[in-house]
Nanobody
Framework: QVQLLESGGGLVQPGGSLRLSCAAS????????TGWFRQVPGKEREFVSA????????YYADSVKGRFTISRDNAENMVYLQMSSLKLEDTAIYYC?????????????????????WGQGTQVTVSS
């Protein structure tokens, strides 16, 4: 059973930066791709970014492209989301999620479906 734990959220001013971390444990010897999603009250959870197991392929929502960077360190079982030039509309609870890197994942990585495991989330608040 994979367990995911996010950290690094907090309060930041517009234009500031934060780095979110996602620590994974309990993985079997399988290739897991990782995604970051975010959610605000009353709205659907939306895709932010995703990275394949090797780290070679990275994907971003248009709203964060050029401002956020996803990376991973498999030796440490960590995935990171570096967020820069933060905007008020980036305020949300951020979740990391993992799913087996299958053809389905490549087709649907922007959706919640191909992710089997989810963390509890970390709050990011952008406010002046």
């Amino acid at each position: 059973q994979v367990q995911l734990l996010e950290s690094g959220g907090g309060l930041v001013q517009p234009g500031g930066s934060l780095r979110l971390s996602c620590a994974a444990s309990g993985r079997a010897f399988s290739r897991y791709a990782t995604g970051w999603f975010r959610q605000v009250p009353g709205k659907e959870r939306e895709f932010v970014s995703a990275i394949t197991w090797s780290g070679r392929n990275k994907y971003y929502a248009d709203s964060v492209k050029g401002r956020f960077t996803i990376s991973r360190d498999n030796a440490e079982n960590m995935v990171y989301l570096q967020m820069s030039s933060l905007k008020l509309e980036d305020t949300a609870i951020y979740y990391c999620a993992e799913g087996l890197e299958t053809s389905d994942w490549y087709s649907y990585y922007r959706r919640k479906d191909p992710y089997d495991y989810w963390g509890q989330g970390t709050q990011v608040t952008v406010s002046s």
